[in-house]
């Protein structure tokens, strides 16, 4: 099954849209999307900060900054 993983922070201005656009096409196409915040995590921070917001589908990274809902549709249908 096709897991989505968008990584976000409270701070983050790109974030509301690409959250938007990832519960539409997931819901959509009926993937399971987890909502990650990861304002405070060190690690987490660390590792995605300077991208977010990221999109992960089954743990590889296929989106940072933004997010197409075509492009978004088309690789979720490619992993299904």
């Known amino acids: 099954m096709t897991r989505a993983s968008l990584f976000t922070a409270a701070d983050c201005h790109l974030c509301e849209p690409a959250r938007a656009v990832a519960r539409a096409v997931c819901g ?3 993937v ?3 909502i990650v915040d990861i304002t405070g995590d060190v690690d987490l921070e660390t590792r995605y900060r300077p991208q ?3 999109l992960e589908i ?3 990274r296929a989106f940072k900054f933004y997010l197409d809902a075509e ?3 088309s690789r979720l249908t ?3």
Do not use: H, S
Request: hydrophobic share 40%.
């Open 28 to 30: 959509e196409l009926g």
């Open 32 to 34: 399971t999307l987890e």
């Open 71 to 73: 492009d978004l549709r």
């Open 78 to 80: 490619a992993q299904t």
């Open 52 to 54: 977010l917001p990221v």
């Open 58 to 60: 089954d743990g590889v």
